[in-house]
C-alpha cells in the first residue's frame, strides 16, 4: 500500500525568505503523480503545484517548486521569497495512475508559519 | 474561474440523525470524490464517483453512507445515522478525466463541517 510521510509537524520562516518542506512515500508504482496542496485557515484546500513521476523536470508554479527524487521517494516543497499569506498547512499526496483509482493518499501535513 | 461548492458550510446535528451534505462540482467535470478530515487527523478518502456508480470505497465508506448524483449538477453525500465520530471536515472534490494529464488534478470544494452532539 502507498504511504506518505512528512516528517515536519510545524515550520516557520522569516517573511521573504525560503523555506522547504519535505514529503517522502512508498509504492512498487512507476507511474503516478505528486501534489502539494495548501490549507489556510479558512481550511479550503487549495491545490499548490502537482508532478507527473513520468517528468524529471521538476515542476514550478511561481515562488512554488519542487525538488522531486523519484529513487529517492522524494517530493520537498520550496517556497521562496516567503508571506504571510503563505502560512497554512501543507499537505503532500500521492495519487496512482492506474485503471480507475485516482484517489489521493495524504501526509499528515506540516503547519507553516511565516513571520513578519 | 469554475470552483467546486458545498452546502451547507457547517451543520450540526444530532447522533443517529441523518444528514446529507451537498456538492457542485466544476460543470465539465466526470470523477467526483468525498474525503474526511478529523479534526487534527489525516485526509482520509472516503468515496470515488464515475458514470453514476462507485468507482471505488474505503473501508470507512460503511453501509451508513451513501452518494448520488440526484441531478447534472449536485453530488451527495448521505450519512443515515450519524456517530459522534462522523464529526469531520467533509470535502468534495472533481477532477476533469482520469486519462493523464492536467485532468487529473482533483479540485477541492471549501469543505462542510459536520458537528455530532
Known amino acids: 500500500a502507498q504511504t506518505v510521510t512528512q516528517s515536519q509537524p510545524e515550520m516557520s520562516v522569516q517573511e521573504a525568505e525560503t523555506v522547504t518542506l519535505s514529503c517522502t512515500y512508498d509504492?512498487?508504482?512507476?507511474?503516478?503523480?505528486l501534489f502539494w496542496y495548501k490549507q489556510p485557515p479558512s481550511r479550503q484546500m487549495i491545490l499548490v503545484i502537482r508532478q507527473e513521476a513520468y517528468k524529471q523536470q521538476n515542476a514550478t508554479e511561481n515562488r512554488f517548486s519542487v525538488n522531486f527524487q523519484k529513487a529517492a521517494k522524494s517530493f520537498s516543497l520550496k517556497i521562496s521569497d516567503s508571506q504571510l499569506g503563505d502560512t497554512a498547512m501543507y499537505f503532500c499526496?500521492?495519487?496512482?495512475?492506474?485503471?480507475?483509482?485516482?484517489?489521493?493518499?495524504w501526509g499528515l501535513g506540516t503547519s507553516l508559519a511565516v513571520n513578519p | 474561474e469554475p470552483e467546486v461548492t458545498q452546502t451547507p458550510s457547517h451543520q450540526v446535528t444530532q447522533m443517529g440523525q441523518e444528514v446529507i451534505l451537498r456538492c457542485v462540482p466544476i460543470s465539465n467535470h466526470l470523477y467526483f470524490y468525498w474525503y474526511r478530515q478529523i479534526l487534527g487527523q489525516k485526509v482520509e478518502f472516503l468515496v470515488s464517483?464515475?458514470?453514476?456508480?462507485?468507482?471505488?470505497k474505503s473501508e470507512i465508506f460503511d453501509d451508513q453512507f451513501s452518494v448520488e448524483r440526484p441531478d447534472g449538477s449536485n453530488f451527495t453525500l448521505k450519512i443515515r445515522s450519524t456517530k459522534l465520530e462522523d464529526s469531520a471536515m467533509y470535502f468534495c472534490a472533481s477532477s476533469e478525466t482520469s486519462g493523464g494529464g492536467q485532468g487529473e488534478t482533483q479540485y477541492f470544494g471549501p469543505g462542510t463541517r459536520l458537528l455530532v452532539l
Open positions: 464517483f464515475y458514470n453514476n456508480e462507485i468507482s471505488e
Open positions: 509504492t512498487s508504482e512507476n507511474n503516478y503523480y
Open positions: 499526496a500521492f495519487m496512482n495512475n492506474a485503471g480507475n483509482n485516482r484517489k489521493l493518499i
